[in-house]
């Protein structure tokens, strides 16, 4: 229950006052008799005290229990019938999975959670996502459960105007993510979850490989991040299918972006990249990377092709020469004899349709469909003047990257962790109700009308029985002036 206008229950501080005017005039009053005789009464003086005063007592309870119903119908008491649906959002930054006291900041706020819903009583209670606002799932009695099944990621954050007016909404986050903050500043929020304290945490952002240029090896580049209010110091290991290649200490001043690189064997992916002593969010600590396509493909050369283009074969950093143990996915030749074994083949001195680049009518490159991505370009490569420019090896690098359908000197395989999935510490502090809590609408009743009634009831009964003892007055009055 509650009161729309609670103000008037300050009325009930007059009760005491009326019992001290009660008291005061609740003496009697004197009447004016022709003998004492006609006012005997058999009963004894503690009885006749006894009658009155229970008779004062009635008169000061009616007009107190008037008293007080007019305070509590005049403050409007209101009775909730059915609690209006409550919708709770759940932030889904990573910073959730952060481990404080024992437990994760997402099971602590699911907990409190839990204990919140209980206090509030009955309705229906269902989960959203901030992450993904197509989430929703109506929570059963254990709110625990929940934690495993809600998405996480980089906020999408429905509009605060389209929200439901009919329902009662809260937010679960811990306040470490910029976007969200802003979102429940303007979001019509009546209660506000808000978990987490820490704010030290360091994290690997980015984890890279590309072929060094001249020797079979691959670089490595690993960026790691402190994203705390302190200086950090950790220890960085790169790892191959569990076998340590190459560690170093890391001292990282607060927010700052360390950059390590180092080179490892071209037979090393999959890669990861691991950092120890574990921090509070421990899923940062570590990022792995594995490519589905290889970066080194194996080609074979034909044997007729000139010099200059066996060369430029040779000086591409993403091919080397296949053999019997590592089968060619390309195969390049200057003859009309293809090899049929290759997957990919680029084919010189051999012109058709369609045209992928053509000069008038003369066909000069042509990619033909099928599973063997055929590539065939009327282009002299031989031609010493252009096996003699700077270009040249561009030139068949882009051959080569129209045969496999795919851009081998840009592909940098990658792994990358957002900046703002290492952020931790909260950027905002909420209170637990915000001050523009809107009404939440819901099946209520409004009681003030009872209250009221039955104090109207009291007053005229009061009136009446104070007309009757003026009528009353009167008449003694008049009876005592007649001679």
């Known amino acids: 229950m509650s009161f729309l206008a609670p103000g008037w229950l300050a009325g009930l501080a007059l009760l005491p006052v009326l019992w001290w ?66 919708v709770v959002w759940v932030d889904g930054a990573a910073s959730l999975d952060a481990i404080e006291h024992g437990e994760r900041r997402i099971d602590a706020g699911l907990r409190e959670l839990a204990r919140r819903a209980s206090a509030r009583g009955g309705g229906d209670v269902t989960i959203r996502s901030l992450s993904d606002p197509s989430f929703s799932v109506s929570a059963g009695p254990s709110f625990a459960a929940l934690a495993g099944r809600l998405p996480r990621g980089v906020p999408h954050l429905p509009e605060p105007a389209r929200l439901d007016p009919a329902a009662e909404h809260w937010v679960l986050t811990d306040g470490a993510t910029a976007d969200v903050n802003a979102w429940i500043e303007r979001a019509p929020l009546s209660q506000i979850i808000a978990v987490g304290e820490s704010t030290e945490n360091v994290g690997v952002t980015v984890l890279a490989v590309r072929p060094a240029l001249g020797r079979a090896a691959l670089d490595v580049e690993i960026r790691v991040r402190n994203a705390g209010h302190g200086r950090a110091e950790r220890s960085v290991r790169l790892e191959s299918r569990g076998a340590r290649l190459w560690s170093e200490s890391l001292r990282l001043e607060p927010d700052s972006t360390l950059t390590l690189r180092t080179t490892v064997g071209m037979t090393a992916l999959p890669l990861s990249a691991q950092l120890t002593p574990a921090d509070a969010l421990t899923d940062d600590d570590r990022l792995d990377l ?187 009055y008049r009876g005592a002036q007649q001679p």
Do not use: K
């Not at 009963?43 to 229970?54: E, I, K, L, N, Y």
């Not at 809107?438 to 009872?450: D, I, N, Q, S």
């Not at 009831?457 to 007309?467: R, V, Y």
């Open 290 to 476: 594995a490519t589905s396509e290889p970066l080194i493909v194996p080609v074979t050369v034909d044997a007729r092709c000139s010099q200059p283009l066996r060369a430029a074969i040779a000086a591409h950093p993403r091919l080397v020469a296949a053999s019997a143990s590592i089968p060619a996915q390309l195969s390049v030749e200057c003859s009309e004899t293809p090899d049929p074994t290759a997957p990919a083949r680029l084919q010189i001195h051999r012109v058709g349709v369609p045209m992928a680049i053509a000069a008038g009518d003369q066909a000069l490159v042509v990619r033909r469909g099928g599973p063997d991505r055929r590539v065939d370009t009327a282009l002299d490569l031989d031609d010493p003047v252009i096996a003699a420019s700077d270009e040249y090896p561009l030139l068949v690098a882009a051959l080569v990257d129209a045969a496999l359908g795919r851009a081998l000197l840009e592909e940098i395989p990658a792994a990358h962790r957002a900046r703002e999935a290492i952020n931790v510490a909260p950027l905002a502090r909420f209170p637990e109700h915000p001050a523009s809590a809107p009404r939440v609408a819901a099946t209520r009743r409004e009681l003030g009308a009872y209250p009221l009634a039955l104090a109207l009831l009291l007053i005229a009964l009061d009136a009446t029985f104070a007309l009757r003892s003026l009528v009353r007055g009167i008449r003694y």
């Open 21 to 86: 005017l009660h008291r005061l005039t609740s003496r009697g009053r004197s009447v004016y008799v022709s003998s004492l005789l006609l006012w005997a009464d058999p009963r004894p003086a503690g009885a006749q005290r006894a009658t009155a005063q229970r008779r004062a007592d009635l008169v000061f309870l009616r007009r107190a229990l008037a008293l007080a119903c007019l305070s509590l119908g005049l403050a409007a008491p209101d009775l909730a019938l059915e609690r209006a649906p409550l």
